[in-house]
Nanobody, 114 residues
Framework: VQLVESGGGLVQPGESLRLSCLAS????????ISWYRQAPGKERELVAT????????IYVDCVKGRFTISRDNTKNTVCQQMNSLNTEDTAKYYC????????WGHGTQVTVSS
């Protein structure tokens, strides 16, 4: 099982980023996939989930209306579009799914700074 995140970087407040998670080693279309984030000195938090049927759930109130998540089962990929980024979005973002236990990618760093 492998989850590989990409798309992070350094951006200015108000800009956008699109994170991608490429999955392999399991039946991707059968599982919900989630994005988590962990800011310095804070616990990891669940940001968004897309179910195997494509239902989107956003858990963090402050990103509602700015972030969305999508999946492409033909490419084993989940993306998180992040718009109007602000400094509080600075964190390492992780792709994850649960099958008997939770699996994690290595994460991609997002830094929002002027």
């Amino acid at each position: 099982v492998q989850l590989v995140e990409s798309g992070g970087g350094l951006v200015q407040p108000g800009e956008s980023l699109r994170l991608s998670c490429l999955a392999s080693g399991f039946t991707f279309s059968s599982y919900a996939i989630s994005w988590y984030r962990q800011a310095p000195g804070k616990e990891r938090e669940l940001v968004a989930t897309v179910t195997k049927d494509g239902i989107i759930i956003i858990y963090v109130d402050c990103v509602k209306g700015r972030f969305t998540i999508s999946r492409d089962n033909t490419k084993n990929t989940v993306c998180q579009q992040m718009n109007s980024l602000n400094t509080e979005d600075t964190a390492k973002y992780y792709c994850s799914f649960f099958r008997s236990r939770r699996y994690w990618g290595h994460g991609t760093q997002v830094t929002v700074s002027s």
